[in-house]
């Protein structure tokens, strides 16, 4: 008989091609649903009647209880989180109890109804923060420098805890940045990509952006949830940083996407002044507003041991991964939609 997976998080970007992978691997899979007021499944529309949603909270520990004896999941990928950086200085305690206490309810709650099940945590590179050694690999010290980052730290530990006291399958897959066609459209590259479409559509005129030096290591979502399920097949847990190894800023984002429609930007001024130019006109500016309180100014992994241990690797490179985000994003305004 083939697996059963619980999924928390499986709207957003990682669940929905979790789902989609595991799957295509025959697996059962159930999502857990928070009770929202309007309706946001179109990640998962196209596989909607194979999946089973269930209603809970990673605030509430009896409803991941009952999630649990209800769907009798073999493994649960918890991908569920506050996890827009900038919003947890906004709400700092809520991105605190979801994104790190909630870990350790899910952990409570499979020790409870069944030890045996193999559980996954979406741990973060943002646990590096201001980053203590470069490449960041798994024993590299955290430094976090967001409340997200600080409550992703609890998370982490409290998945390693879990295994060390209990003997608990519970991995942590420190994931650097990943990105896809289904990323929500605050974070940097969905909203480069999609800005940059309506420009050349005619249908926008500038993008405003935060900090364009700021270096991330960017990957495909797709490829990275293979390293997830890959841990949980492992003989036994561990933890593993995912990364492709390259680091990239923002601006060379901009460059790249701009490029793919066929607009070369050459840039002038700097920091709050720098401007961005397509033939005169300046398409990319820079807004205050989308500065944060403390930036992680350059992250860049070490897969190796993933590599090593797992067999994972990295299949779509830094050009194709933007090149796919921004072709989408011209095919999806093309069809109406925003
Ligand atoms: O920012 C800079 C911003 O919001 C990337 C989450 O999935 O990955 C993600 O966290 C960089 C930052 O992602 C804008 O200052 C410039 O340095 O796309 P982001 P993130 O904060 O790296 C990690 C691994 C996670 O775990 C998180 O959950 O881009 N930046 N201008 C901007 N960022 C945004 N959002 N908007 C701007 O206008």
Known sequence: MGKVAFITGILGQDGSYLADFLLSKGY????????????????????RDQITLVSGDLLDH??????????????????????????SWAQPVYTGDVTGLGVLRMLEAIKEVNP????YQASSSEMF?????????ESTPFYPRSPYGVAKVYGHYATVNHR???????CSGILFNHESPRRGMEFVTRKITN???KISAGMATQLALGNLNAKRDWGFALDYVEAMWMMLQQERPDDYVVATGQTHSVREFVELAF?????????EG??????????????????????????????????SKAGAQLGWKQRTSFPELVNMMVDNDVKMLKSGGS
């Open 28 to 47: 059962t899979v159930y999502g857990m649903k928070r009770r929202l007021s309007h309706e946001h499944e179109n990640n998962i529309k196209h596989a």
């Open 62 to 87: 009896t409803s991941l209880i009952q999630c649990i004896k209800k769907c009798q999941p073999d493994e649960v990928y918890n991908l569920a989180a506050q996890s827009f950086v900038p919003e």
């Open 116 to 119: 045996a099940i193999r559980f």
């Open 129 to 137: 923060g201001k980053a203590l050694e470069t490449p960041q690999r």
């Open 164 to 170: 060390e006291s209990y003997n608990a399958f519970a």
């Open 195 to 197: 800005q940059a479409a």
């Open 259 to 267: 490029k793919r429609l066929g607009m070369n930007i050459t840039w």
């Open 270 to 303: 700097e920091g709050v002044n720098e401007r961005g130019l397509v033939d005169g006109k300046a398409v990319v500016i820079v807004d205050k507003k989308f500065y944060r309180p403390a930036d992680v100014e350059q992250l860049v992994g070490d897969a």
